[in-house]
């Protein structure tokens, strides 16, 4: 058993501060992101720093499979995520991470990935995520609505909008070429659902990104949305992993200034002989 596995098994008994556990794992994220020198793709996600509060803003997916929540109390995991992140959660923005989060697995094998391939995905991953927070929420004052006065997914209290969320779609090209489009998209959104959910709602924006890892070929033009698209940004790197790390950098990078962000992986799969990937993120509340 490792220290920080000791330091956890206390952490669960109750017997050590969290402020010490939070430590260990700010020096686990050092040692595997500076001082083991991964890839440049991997560094660039994170600010290099020497300092003690080293930044770990959006660190949810790594503070989820470390310390694997199945084995601590509900209170202790959220106060735990909360010191490391250094962002304190409301229940609606806990309840949409976490069920953002498993929303890969009701898709079937490839599915989703064919879905990336012959359309934009966001309102597949919007209605899987819907009726997963109806599920979780249900049975109080709360339900969960799809196309609410022109809101992607709505948190109702009463009639009443506790939370907004907005989706979008975009392809590993779109932040390569031509991100400041895609990024006045989103701004509208975020006003249109704040001028229509006022200052008590708040607001999400769920992006969704596909990262396409094989040439379409001339005879699946047609069938692949934006093929010509997807070739010309896999042409313009020597490696798929390569374009999709920038890509993920450049969309994090200007969606971070909207508010505190984290990111899921939806899996990966393969459609029409296709090998496709994808991320989503979670941005708010506003």
Avoid: C
């Avoid at 440049?40 to 720093?49: I, R, T, Y």
């Avoid at 079937?108 to 359309?119: I, S, V």
């Avoid at 489009?181 to 959104?189: E, K, L, M, Q």
Wanted: proline content about 4%; aromatic content about 10%.
């Amino acid at each position: 058993m490792t220290e920080l596995e000791q330091i956890l098994t206390k952490l669960k008994a109750g017997s050590v501060p969290l402020e010490d556990v939070v430590e260990a794992f700010r020096t686990r994220l050092w040692e595997e992101r500076v001082l083991e020198k991964r890839s440049p793709a991997e560094l660039m996600m994170w600010p290099e720093s020497d300092s003690d509060d080293f930044p770990l803003e959006g660190s949810f997916e790594e503070v989820d499979s470390f310390y694997n929540r199945k084995g601590l109390p509900e209170s202790t995991y959220w106060a735990l995520y909360e010191a490391v992140v250094g962002y304190r959660t409301t229940d609606l923005r806990r309840a949409i991470d976490e069920e953002l989060g498993a929303v890969a697995g009701d898709f079937g094998d490839d599915e989703l990935a064919y879905f990336a391939l012959t359309t934009k995905v966001e309102l597949h991953v919007r209605d899987k995520l819907a009726w997963r927070l109806h599920k979780r929420l249900r049975g109080g004052d709360l339900a969960v609505a799809r196309e609410w006065k022109r809101a992607d997914l709505a948190v109702l209290e009463r009639g009443a909008p506790r939370a907004l969320l907005e989706a979008k779609a975009l392809y590993g090209f779109n932040a390569i070429f031509d991100l400041p489009r895609f990024a006045r998209y989103i701004s509208a959104d975020v006003a249109k659902a704040r001028a229509l959910g006022g200052e008590s709602s708040e607001v999400f924006v769920l992006v969704s990104s596909t990262h396409v890892s094989t040439p379409v070929p001339r005879p699946l033009r047609g069938v692949v949305k934006y093929d010509k698209e997807i070739n010309r940004a896999l042409a313009a790197f020597q490696e798929p992993g390569e374009l999709r790390a920038t890509a993920n950098h450049r969309v994090e990078g200007y969606l971070r200034t909207l508010g505190f962000t984290t990111r899921h992986g939806l899996g990966s799969g393969s459609a029409l002989g296709l090998d496709v990937e994808l991320d989503a993120w979670l941005v708010g509340p506003q």
